[in-house]
């Protein structure tokens, strides 16, 4: 059981280039969350997604896009990286039927944009 | 839209208690959980209470007061390894399936 892992650990872009990070979960949750986190701001919502085909806006989406084409995956795109987003990406899961405020995270993806 | 305020660094030594506090300002409120991040790790989620008063796992402890809107995390018999962020986190106001987290609380426990 590996819980919740993303891929990759660690990335380097230029400034408009694009990637897409990878979360996937074994744990059969239907929540999955995307977060980032910069010094001294805590963790921020960027998108999540209640189930399999959906998908919402956190309360930092600017500049990324998501899909939740199966249960257990939840990819974040950058179409054209910023510097600003270079950020530490936290991927984050869990249940609804047990407590949806227990979530399980991911050990980050931490993006450097130059 | 929601606001959390909690301390950005608390010191203590091994052994002692201490007290991280988070006062919270929402539209919608359901609860407030705690969650445990070391050296920028994954957090890991600690408590959650979503009635007024205090629940006991172990060391730790978590308080709630709707009607103050405030609520602490309580740390006993500290130990090194308890050095750490702390961040609390509030659901309800973005619908009940997300948390809003604040700013992290970091915890320097000394010998």
């Known amino acids: 059981n590996a819980g919740v892992t993303q891929t990759p650990k660690f990335r380097v872009l230029k400034t408009g280039q694009s990637m897409t990070l990878l979360c996937a979960q074994d744990m059969n949750h239907e929540y999955m969350y995307w977060y980032r986190q910069d010094p001294g701001m805590g963790l921020r919502l960027i998108h999540y997604s209640v189930g399999e085909g959906t998908t919402a806006k956190g309360e930092v989406p600017d500049g990324y896009n998501v899909s939740r084409l199966k249960k257990q995956n939840f990819l974040l795109g950058l179409e054209s990286a910023a510097p600003s987003q270079t950020s530490v990406y936290f991927c984050?899961?869990?249940?609804?039927?047990?407590?949806?405020?227990?979530?399980?995270f991911g050990p980050g993806t931490r993006l450097t944009v130059l | 839209g929601q606001s959390l305020e909690q301390p950005s660094e608390v010191t203590a030594v091994e052994g002692a208690i201490v007290q991280i506090n988070c006062t919270y300002q929402?539209?919608?409120?359901?609860?407030l959980s705690w969650y445990q991040q070391h050296d920028g790790g994954a957090p890991t989620f600690l408590s959650y209470n979503a009635l007024d008063g205090l629940e006991e796992t172990g060391r730790f402890s978590s308080f709630l007061s709707r009607s103050d809107s405030y609520g602490y995390l309580l740390l006993q018999e500290l130990q090194m390894k308890d050095s750490a962020s702390y961040f609390c986190?509030?659901?309800?106001?973005?619908?009940?399936?997300?948390?809003?987290f604040g700013k992290g609380t970091m915890l320097l426990v000394s010998p």
């Open positions: 929402t539209s919608g409120f359901y609860g």
């Open positions: 984050a899961s869990s249940d609804p039927g047990l407590n949806y405020n227990e979530q399980f």
């Open positions: 986190a509030v659901s309800g106001d973005s619908g009940y399936s997300t948390l809003t």
